[in-house]
C-alpha cells in the first residue's frame, strides 16, 4: 500500500513536519543536511519496525526532545510509531497498540541505499540478516518460526553462557530443531523462488553475467537430523559456549561470474550485483505476496551509470510508487525523471527550519 502521507514530530532534525506523497515517483530535494535521508528513514520505519541507519532507535529522537513521533497513513490506516529517549520502542495501528511483527509485511518497501550496500560486501551475518527480514516481510509463518526459534537459540545459549550442565541445556534442542527444521524447510522454497526472479533480472539486463546465491542450508532438512547434530555438537557447543549448528549459522554466498563477489569482486561488480539483487528483491516481493512495494531511493543519482541505471529506472516505471532523494532536480532530470510530469511530485526540504 503507498504512503499517502507522513508526520515527523521531534524526529531527527525534523521539529515537526508533514510530507504528502503521490502513488507515483516523489523527489525528495535539498542541501546535504536538509533531512532527505531522515524522511526515507522515517517510512522505512513505518515498513519494517527498525530503521536502516542504526539499532538503537534512540538515536532517531531530535536531540534536544524527549519523544520521537512518526505517524504514517496507508490506504486509509494510520501507523503511528513512538520513540521516547527514557524507554521502549511502541507502535500503534489505527490507535491499537500493535507488535513489530503485525507491522511487518503490511505496507513493504525496497531500501536502495548506501547502507544496503553490506549486502554484497559485508559479511555472512548481514546476508542472513537480510533474508531474514525478506522472507519475514513475505511470509507470516516464517517470521512467527524466526521468532519463536530466536528465543530457543536465545535461552539455549543463556546457559551455555552460565555453564550449566548439558543435561539442562538439552531442555532447548526439541524447540530449537523444531523451529529450526521449520525455517530451513520454509527457508529453501523462498530462497530458491529469490533465486529464480535473480536469474530472470540478470537475463534481461546483463545477460552475460550471472549471479547466483548459494548457502549451507541442508538440502532435505528435518528436525530429526537437526535434534541429532544438536546432541553431536553439545561438548563443542558447552566449550565456545555457543550453539553451533541451526539456521542461525546459515552462511549465504552471492557469486558474481561463478566467484564469489565478496572476495573476488570489483567496485563496479559489487555496485552491478547488489542493484541487481535490488530489482530481484522487487521482484520476488511482489510475487510472493501481490503487494507493490514502495521504492525508497537513497543517494543513487550521483553513482549511476548505465548499465545499473537501466535496471533501476526500469525499476521506477515498475514500482507503484517511488521516493527519491536528491541534492537538486537538475540530477534527476538528467536521468530523464521529469519534475513538471503531473504525476511525479517534488518535495523541497529546507535546512534548519522549524515549523
Ligand atoms: N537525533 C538527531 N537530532 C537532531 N538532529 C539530527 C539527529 N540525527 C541526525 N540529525 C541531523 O539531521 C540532519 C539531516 O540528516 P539527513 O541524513 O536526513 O540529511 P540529508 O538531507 O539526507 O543529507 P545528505 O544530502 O548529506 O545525505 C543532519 O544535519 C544530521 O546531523
Ligand atoms: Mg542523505
Given at each position: 500500500?503507498p504512503?499517502q502521507?507522513?508526520?515527523?514530530?521531534?524526529?531527527r532534525?525534523?521539529q515537526?513536519?508533514?510530507?504528502?506523497f503521490s502513488?507515483?515517483?516523489n523527489l525528495?530535494w535539498?542541501?546535504?543536511?536538509?533531512?532527505?535521508?531522515s524522511?526515507l528513514e522515517?517510512?522505512?520505519?513505518?515498513?519494517?519496525g527498525?530503521?536502516?541507519?542504526?539499532?538503537?532507535?534512540?538515536?532517531t529522537?531530535?536531540?534536544?526532545?524527549?519523544e520521537?513521533?512518526v505517524s504514517g497513513?496507508?490506504?486509509?490506516?494510520?501507523?503511528?510509531f513512538y520513540?521516547?529517549?527514557?524507554?521502549?520502542?511502541?507502535?500503534?495501528?489505527?490507535?491499537?497498540?500493535?507488535?513489530?511483527k503485525?507491522?511487518?509485511?503490511?505496507?513493504p518497501?525496497?531500501?536502495?541505499?548506501p547502507?544496503?550496500?553490506?549486502?554484497t560486501?559485508?559479511?555472512?551475518?548481514?546476508r542472513?540478516k537480510?533474508f531474514?527480514?525478506l522472507f519475514?516481510t513475505?511470509?507470516?509463518?516464517?517470521?512467527?518460526n524466526?521468532?519463536?526459534?530466536?528465543?530457543a537459540?536465545?535461552n539455549?545459549?543463556?546457559?551455555?553462557?552460565?555453564?550449566?550442565q548439558?543435561?539442562?541445556?538439552?531442555i532447548w534442542d526439541?524447540?530449537?530443531?523444531?523451529?529450526?527444521a521449520?525455517?530451513?524447510?520454509?527457508?529453501k522454497?523462498?530462497?530458491?523462488?529469490?533465486?529464480?526472479?535473480?536469474?530472470?533480472?540478470?537475463?534481461?539486463?546483463?545477460?552475460?553475467?550471472?549471479?547466483?546465491?548459494?548457502?549451507?542450508?541442508?538440502?532435505?532438512?528435518t528436525?530429526?537430523?537437526?535434534?541429532?547434530?544438536?546432541?553431536?555438537?553439545i561438548?563443542?557447543?558447552?566449550?565456545?559456549?555457543?550453539?553451533?549448528?541451526?539456521?542461525?549459522?546459515?552462511?549465504?554466498t552471492?557469486?558474481?561470474?561463478?566467484?564469489?563477489?565478496?572476495?573476488?569482486g570489483?567496485?563496479g561488480?559489487?555496485?552491478?550485483?547488489?542493484?541487481?539483487?535490488?530489482?530481484?528483491?522487487?521482484g520476488?516481493?511482489?510475487?510472493?505476496?501481490?503487494?507493490?512495494?514502495?521504492?525508497l531511493l537513497?543517494?543513487?543519482?550521483?553513482?549511476?551509470d548505465?548499465?545499473r541505471?537501466?535496471?533501476?529506472?526500469?525499476?521506477?516505471?515498475k514500482?507503484?510508487?517511488t521516493?527519491i532523494?536528491?541534492?537538486d532536480?537538475?540530477g534527476v532530470?538528467?536521468?530523464?525523471?521529469?519534475?513538471?510530469?503531473?504525476?511525479?511530485?517534488t518535495?523541497h526540504?529546507?535546512?534548519?527550519?522549524k515549523?
Amino acid at each position: 500500500m503507498p504512503i499517502q502521507k507522513i508526520e515527523m514530530i521531534s524526529f531527527r532534525n525534523h521539529q515537526k513536519k508533514v510530507v504528502t506523497f503521490s502513488p507515483g515517483i516523489n523527489l525528495l530535494w535539498g542541501e546535504n543536511g536538509s533531512g532527505k535521508t531522515s524522511v526515507l528513514e522515517a517510512v522505512y520505519i513505518l515498513s519494517n519496525g527498525k530503521s536502516f541507519k542504526t539499532n538503537r532507535l534512540i538515536e532517531t529522537v531530535n536531540r534536544e526532545k524527549k519523544e520521537a513521533v512518526v505517524s504514517g497513513v496507508f490506504g486509509g490506516k494510520t501507523t503511528t510509531f513512538y520513540q521516547p529517549t527514557n524507554g521502549q520502542k511502541k507502535i500503534k495501528i489505527n490507535n491499537v497498540v500493535k507488535k513489530t511483527k503485525d507491522l511487518i509485511g503490511q505496507n513493504p518497501t525496497v531500501l536502495v541505499s548506501p547502507e544496503e550496500e553490506k549486502i554484497t560486501k559485508g559479511p555472512h551475518t548481514e546476508r542472513r540478516k537480510y533474508f531474514n527480514r525478506l522472507f519475514s516481510t513475505v511470509s507470516k509463518t516464517y517470521l512467527n518460526n524466526l521468532i519463536k526459534y530466536t528465543n530457543a537459540i536465545k535461552n539455549r545459549n543463556h546457559l551455555l553462557k552460565q555453564n550449566k550442565q548439558p543435561t539442562e541445556i538439552k531442555i532447548w534442542d526439541a524447540p530449537v530443531a523444531k523451529y529450526g527444521a521449520l525455517l530451513w524447510l520454509e527457508k529453501k522454497h523462498l530462497q530458491q523462488s529469490f533465486n529464480r526472479e535473480v536469474l530472470l533480472v540478470c537475463e534481461k539486463y546483463n545477460n552475460d553475467i550471472n549471479i547466483n546465491i548459494s548457502t549451507t542450508t541442508p538440502k532435505k532438512p528435518t528436525e530429526n537430523d537437526l535434534l541429532e547434530k544438536l546432541e553431536l555438537n553439545i561438548q563443542k557447543d558447552v566449550f565456545l559456549r555457543r550453539t553451533l549448528v541451526g539456521p542461525h549459522t546459515d552462511k549465504y554466498t552471492v557469486s558474481f561470474k561463478d566467484k564469489p563477489l565478496r572476495e573476488y569482486g570489483s567496485q563496479g561488480e559489487h555496485k552491478l550485483s547488489f542493484v541487481l539483487l535490488k530489482v530481484a528483491e522487487h521482484g520476488f516481493i511482489k510475487k510472493e505476496t501481490n503487494k507493490n512495494p514502495t521504492l525508497l531511493l537513497d543517494d543513487l543519482f550521483a553513482k549511476l551509470d548505465n548499465s545499473r541505471g537501466n535496471a533501476i529506472f526500469d525499476l521506477i516505471r515498475k514500482s507503484g510508487q517511488t521516493i527519491i532523494t536528491n541534492t537538486d532536480l537538475v540530477g534527476v532530470e538528467a536521468h530523464g525523471i521529469n519534475p513538471n510530469n503531473p504525476n511525479n511530485k517534488t518535495i523541497h526540504l529546507l535546512r534548519n527550519w522549524k515549523n
